[in-house]
């Protein structure tokens, strides 16, 4: 009795071996496949991550948005996982803008209404503590979003 044989009263499905069970690009014609070792251009690198850096920014109000904008810019780049985590950087740092423009904005007018110097030091403090978390954050994302580029 042959187990692939519909005639012989097998089984009619194909076996299939532990590496294409396992290879996330057996069926999917390459499209969201977690990469193919291949480097992701700069260009791509670039649009990806301001593209997850604005869908961070937009979704500012959820809890570890920095962390879905890194996944969505990692998720969406392919190439190395290297790239994935390149792409999270940009996004951390698209996502840092919209902060620091504020707190410049802030800076300028208190500075108008004569604050101390000790204010400005702080301010810098915090938004150099707050651009660590965005960009790291953007990082991590981006390496989540890679990993799950393929099991999603």
Known sequence: MVPNDPSSGGDATPMLSTADRDDPDADSDG???????????????????????????????????TVLGG???GYLCGGRSSDALKTGAVAGVVMTLPFVAMVAFL???????????????LALLVIGLGAAYTLGSGVLGGYLGYSLRGRL
């Open 71 to 73: 996944a969505v810019a």
């Open 107 to 121: 800076l300028f007018f208190l500075g108008f209404a004569g604050a101390p110097a000790e204010f400005g030091i």
């Open 31 to 65: 499209f969201l496949s977690p990469g193919d070792d291949s480097p992701a251009d700069p260009v791509d690198l670039l649009l990806y991550g301001v593209l997850g850096g604005i869908a961070g920014s937009v979704l500012s109000f959820v809890p570890f948005a």
